[in-house]
């Protein structure tokens, strides 16, 4: 069982929809990442918050927008995608954000998502 | 900037076989973790082994173990006893050890898709 859920686990939308994909755990972990993956292809960083404050943005297009609710909850709003976002996308959490590699990140399952 | 080269974009193992995932890496840094994650077609990454660059002693956990090599830059994977549930792509990751303004950034490999035959 996966302590990082990601949900929904499908999602389908058109280039002007708007849609938001979410990423829960309850480890009381304080950094979460969002990656983008395309088929067998490794993860893309996009985003990190570190203690729910955005730390890091890999120069990600802004029909990308991270919110960090509060520590166990990140949320990814999409709008206007264009075919080439379709992919994987991953959520991942960490103890904390200079835990470094003494605390490896815990990943989701992903949100397979597609845009027509 | 730091790279990871995994040079092998497939292998296969029978069964009870053992086999060797390579990787190499670049960097300047001298204080580093470097992983093995394991990506089966269920998509779930999973963290399989961990290594510690100030560590000599080579990590094992169960049937993997790593052949770390600091001075050469690799950081090799052999799985022993292969299982039909290790089937999966295997990530080679490099992340910098954190200090200051560093956040768990990882460094991903392409990867390598490992088939296990009954």
């Known amino acids: 069982d996966t302590e990082v859920t990601q949900t929904p686990k499908h999602l389908v939308m058109g280039m002007t929809n708007k849609k938001s994909l979410k990423c829960e755990q309850h480890m009381g972990h304080r950094a979460m990442y969002w990656y983008k993956q395309k088929a067998k292809k490794p993860p893309e960083l996009m985003f990190v918050?570190?203690?729910?404050?955005?730390?890091i943005n890999e120069s990600v297009p802004s029909r990308f927008s991270p919110e960090c609710p509060n520590s166990s909850l990140l949320n990814l709003h999409l709008h206007a995608l264009q075919p080439e976002d379709s992919a994987l996308y991953l959520c991942?959490?960490?103890?904390?954000?200079?835990?470094?590699?003494?605390?490896?990140?815990?990943f989701g399952d992903g949100t397979r998502l597609s845009i027509l | 900037a730091q790279t990871v080269t995994q040079s092998q974009p497939e292998m296969s193992v029978q069964e009870a076989e053992t086999v060797t995932l390579s990787c190499t890496y670049d960097t300047s840094e001298n204080n580093y973790y470097l992983f093995w994650y394991k990506q089966p077609p269920s998509r779930q990454m999973i963290l399989v082994i961990r290594?510690?660059?100030?560590?000599?002693q080579n990590a094992t956990e169960n049937r993997f173990s790593v052949n770390f090599q600091k001075a050469a830059k690799s950081f090799s994977l052999k799985i022993s006893d292969s299982q039909l549930g290790d089937t999966a792509m295997y990530f080679c990751a490099f992340m910098k050890r954190s200090g200051g303004t560093s956040y768990g950034k990882l460094t991903f490999g392409q990867g390598t898709i490992l088939t296990v035959h009954p």
């Open positions: 918050y570190s203690y729910e404050k955005l730390s």
């Open positions: 991942a959490s960490s103890q904390s954000p200079d835990s470094g590699g003494r605390q490896p990140q815990h």
């Open positions: 290594q510690e660059a100030y560590k000599q």
